[in-house]
């Protein structure tokens, strides 16, 4: 199951993208025009040109998802516009989106502190939590 969490890093891409682009056609986006690593674990997040449509692709160290959520009615009522080719939102941003709003204008509070692990630790198989 793929949930989004304050945990993840979530990158949309500015520009829109054809469509008829699956898991392999995205991965070369994120690696090309992000260049970022698209097994790096973070959620990318595209849209089509006329803005009905989101796709998310996300690596979860068994395979990717390739998810898709295209609008009954209407369109984004934001996108990201910018010199980069990317920018970060938080989860929270990112379920605003994904209802048809702007979270530029949502009056969502900023994260209390920034949830992070030691991927080293983890990595070693160990946890800095002790209970």
Same mark, same amino acid.
């Given at each position: 199951?793929?949930?989004?969490?304050?945990?993840?890093?979530?990158?949309?891409?500015?520009?829109?993208?054809?469509?008829?682009?699956?898991?392999?056609?995205?991965?070369?986006?994120?690696?090309? &025009? @992000?260049?970022?690593? #698209?097994? +790096?674990?973070?959620?990318?997040?595209?849209?089509?040109? !006329?803005?009905?449509? $989101?796709? /998310?692709?996300?690596?979860?160290?068994?395979?990717?998802?390739?998810?898709?959520?295209?609008?009954?009615?209407? &369109? @984004?009522?934001?996108? #990201?516009? +910018?010199?980069?080719?990317?920018?970060?939102?938080?989860? !929270?941003?990112?379920? $605003?989106? /994904?209802?048809?709003?702007?979270?530029?204008?949502?009056?969502?509070?900023?994260?209390?502190?920034?949830?992070?692990?030691?991927?080293?630790?983890?990595?070693?198989?160990?946890?800095?939590?002790?209970?």
């Amino acid at each position: 199951m793929l949930q989004v969490t304050p945990q993840h890093r979530l990158l949309l891409a500015v520009e829109s993208i054809d469509f008829r682009k699956g898991i392999c056609g995205l991965k070369a986006v994120c690696q090309q &025009k @992000l260049f970022c690593d #698209p097994f +790096s674990g973070a959620i990318f997040a595209f849209t089509n040109r !006329s803005r009905t449509s $989101v796709k /998310l692709l996300v690596y979860d160290a068994s395979g990717f998802w390739l998810c898709q959520k295209r609008f009954s009615k209407g &369109k @984004l009522a934001w996108w #990201p516009k +910018s010199n980069s080719h990317s920018v970060t939102l938080r989860a !929270s941003e990112l379920h $605003v989106l /994904l209802a048809q709003g702007n979270p530029m204008k949502a009056a969502i509070p900023d994260d209390w502190r920034c949830v992070r692990q030691d991927y080293a630790a983890v990595a070693a198989g160990e946890s800095k939590l002790s209970l």
